[in-house]
């Protein structure tokens, strides 16, 4: 019994201490542009990989990582809308 409660706690600590691992509230908008936000990262911190997107695309790499960086306002799109009735819901839990 002990063993499970430590590995709660230990996930715990993780959520708490790393944005990116979520939590049980995280939706699934959420999940996803942290995913996209680590990646679009990762090709910007790789000179090879802004290198190879410059010469796909045509474009000059300061370009390349000034388009990645504006990906990353908002990697998925807007955020969905929130049903009326959900949050009538949560509003009544939290009474």
Known sequence: MSERESLNSQLE??????????HA?????????NQHRDTIASYIGHPSFVSLFAIAENEST??????LLNKMINPCGPPPKVDSTTKKDEDEDMD
Not at 25 to 33: G, H, I, R, V
Not at 62 to 67: A, L, Q, T, V
């Open 25 to 33: 509230d995280t939706t699934k908008y959420e999940w996803l542009s």
């Open 62 to 67: 300061g370009r390349i990582k000034y388009n």
């Open 13 to 22: 600590h993780l959520q708490m201490r790393y944005v990116g691992t979520g």
